[in-house]
């Protein structure tokens, strides 16, 4: 553990900050000069403090002064896994908690490791948040806790019965877990629903490549594959799927993305998710849910036409509506329904999230549209990080 500089009443105990999201958090709480208590874990042979060390370079924040301190949790453990005296002492000081740390898998085959994370884990972070009077627990939850029932989401507990995944599913069990105790332990608390983030709208960096990025990602590497099989095939397999290049260079690629119905893309930046989030903290109002979302947002036809000119590629069609000829795949068309498929639901979503308490926390302040620049600098980034696969910060 290093030294202390800023007082404990400006200071926050941080969870997840080893992930996307709550890594900007840390780095803007920094950024303020506010100390931050980091509770995680080990991973791949790195200690907590090694993986946070690497996030701090690649943020370029230096000269932390004593900001920082690291303790090793386990939130399955009895005192978070933390010796008596050490939990007594953290207890003491009466932090403001942002748990952030959760599984975002939507696979259900993780179902029990996604319980376990998201669900199990709140018992022993929710008796230390009760313990130690917090200033307020923050729950990182998202905005599709609201499940699928209704169109309109209020920002306040849903109690929906029909979830898209898993992943859903548990943050709604979540959520009436942390306002059910919060309010019989009368601990102040928030809880704040991201929508969907991407990467920083001016930078275009990020430190993960999914949601939005799996399906463009998907479309530069089906688009290699017949590139390839042009250069190298006498364009073979390209010409049985009436693929083939334009005369002006762009690859024609015929791929109908099939869609039950009309709908958008909720998404947002992740320096307007800081940005949002940091103004929630500065004067949090307490037992009020937040919906960090977008106003505007996005329609598949447009993200399309972003990719098209992005990839340098013609032919990708949005289809509405299921039709006989959604049986009849080309096998590119097979292949992009493939890797999508866990992010399908997300792409024509027809929900509506109210964001009152967000605006009054924000005076108001709405994320950017995603413009063709923002879109190209994010993917461009993606490239230049193949997708997270060279200089994953995240992972060891
Ligand atoms: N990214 C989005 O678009 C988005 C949108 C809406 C809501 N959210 C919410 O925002 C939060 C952060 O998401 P993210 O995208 O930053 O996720 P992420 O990059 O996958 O990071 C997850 C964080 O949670 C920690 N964690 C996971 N399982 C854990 C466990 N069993 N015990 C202790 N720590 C555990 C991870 O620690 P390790 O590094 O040690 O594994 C990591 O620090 C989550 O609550 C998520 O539900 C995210």
Same mark, same amino acid.
């Given at each position: 553990?290093?030294?202390?500089?800023?007082?404990?009443?400006?200071?926050?105990?941080?969870?997840?900050?080893?992930?996307?999201?709550?890594?900007?958090?840390?780095?803007?709480?920094?950024?303020?000069?506010? &100390?931050?208590?980091i509770?995680?874990?080990? /991973?791949?042979?790195? *200690?907590?403090?090694?993986?946070?060390?690497?996030?701090?370079?690649?943020?370029?924040?230096?000269?932390?002064?004593?900001?920082?301190?690291?303790?090793?949790?386990?939130?399955?453990?009895?005192?978070?896994?933390?010796? +008596?005296?050490?939990?007594?002492?953290?207890?003491?000081?009466?932090?403001?908690?942002?748990?952030?740390? *959760?599984?975002?898998?939507?696979?259900?085959?993780?179902?029990?490791?996604?319980?376990?994370?998201?669900?199990?884990?709140?018992t022993?972070?929710?008796?230390?948040?009760?313990?130690?009077?917090?200033?307020?627990?923050?729950?990182?939850?998202?905005?599709?806790?609201?499940?699928?029932?209704?169109?309109?989401?209020?920002?306040?507990?849903?109690?929906?019965?029909?979830?898209?995944?898993?992943?859903?599913?548990?943050?709604?069990h979540?959520?009436?877990?942390?306002?059910?105790?919060?309010?019989? &332990?009368?601990?102040?608390?928030?809880?704040?629903?991201?929508?969907?983030?991407?990467?920083? /709208?001016?930078?275009?960096r *990020?430190?993960?490549?999914?949601?939005?990025?799996?399906?463009i =990602? *998907?479309?530069q590497?089906?688009?290699?594959?017949?590139?390839?099989?042009?250069?190298?095939?006498?364009?073979?397999?390209?010409?049985?799927?009436?693929?083939?290049?334009? +005369?002006? &260079?762009?690859?024609?690629?015929?791929?109908?993305?099939?869609?039950?119905?009309?709908?958008?893309?909720?998404?947002?930046?992740?320096?307007?998710?800081?940005?949002?989030?940091?103004?929630?903290?500065?004067?949090?109002?307490?037992?009020?849910?937040?919906?960090?979302?977008g106003?505007?947002?996005?329609?598949?036809?447009?993200?399309?036409?972003?990719?098209?000119? $992005?990839?340098?590629?013609?032919?990708?069609?949005?289809?509405?509506?299921? /039709?006989?000829?959604?049986?009849? =795949?080309?096998?590119?068309?097979?292949?992009?329904?493939?890797?999508?498929?866990?992010?399908?639901?997300?792409?024509?979503?027809?929900?509506? $999230?109210?964001?009152?308490?967000?605006?009054?926390?924000?005076?108001?302040?709405?994320?950017?549209?995603?413009s063709?620049?923002?879109?190209?600098?994010?993917?461009?980034?993606?490239?230049?990080?193949?997708? &997270?696969?060279?200089?994953?910060?995240?992972?060891?």
């Amino acid at each position: 553990m290093t030294g202390t500089k800023t007082a404990d009443d400006e200071k926050h105990l941080l969870t997840g900050a080893t992930g996307f999201l709550g890594s900007h958090i840390m780095a803007g709480l920094l950024s303020q000069g506010k &100390g931050v208590v980091i509770a995680g874990r080990s /991973s791949g042979g790195e *200690s907590l403090k090694e993986r946070i060390g690497r996030l701090l370079t690649w943020f370029g924040i230096e000269h932390l002064e004593g900001l920082l301190e690291f303790y090793e949790t386990d939130f399955l453990k009895r005192r978070l896994g933390l010796g +008596e005296d050490e939990y007594e002492t953290l207890c003491g000081r009466g932090l403001s908690i942002i748990h952030c740390a *959760s599984d975002t898998s939507f696979a259900e085959k993780n179902r029990a490791r996604v319980m376990k994370s998201n669900v199990e884990s709140l018992t022993e972070i929710l008796n230390f948040a009760h313990k130690s009077r917090t200033r307020c627990f923050h729950f990182m939850s998202t905005a599709y806790a609201a499940g699928i029932d209704s169109i309109e989401c209020p920002e306040a507990l849903v109690n929906s019965a029909h979830f898209t995944n898993v992943y859903e599913e548990s943050k709604a069990h979540a959520e009436n877990i942390v306002y059910g105790r919060c309010r019989e &332990g009368e601990i102040p608390y928030t809880i704040l629903r991201p929508s969907i983030v991407y990467g920083n /709208s001016v930078t275009g960096r *990020s430190l993960r490549f999914n949601a939005l990025y799996y399906p463009i =990602r *998907s479309l530069q590497l089906i688009r290699d594959i017949y590139l390839d099989d042009i250069k190298n095939n006498y364009g073979r397999k390209s010409a049985e799927c009436g693929i083939y290049m334009n +005369e002006d &260079g762009a690859l024609h690629l015929p791929i109908r993305i099939f869609m039950p119905h009309d709908g958008t893309i909720n998404l947002i930046p992740v320096d307007y998710f800081t940005e949002t989030i940091l103004s929630i903290l500065e004067k949090p109002e307490t037992e009020t849910f937040y919906h960090i979302t977008g106003n505007n947002p996005e329609r598949m036809a447009r993200l399309v036409s972003y990719t098209e000119r $992005f990839l340098n590629i013609h032919g990708i069609e949005v289809v509405i509506g299921t /039709s006989s000829a959604e049986e009849m =795949r080309n096998p590119p068309e097979e292949l992009f329904d493939h890797f999508i498929k866990a992010f399908r639901p997300y792409i024509s979503d027809k929900r509506v $999230f109210m964001r009152e308490n967000t605006d009054r926390a924000t005076s108001g302040a709405l994320p950017p549209d995603l413009s063709y620049e923002i879109f190209q600098r994010c993917m461009a980034f993606a490239v230049s990080a193949d997708w &997270g696969k060279r200089f994953n910060v995240l992972r060891p």
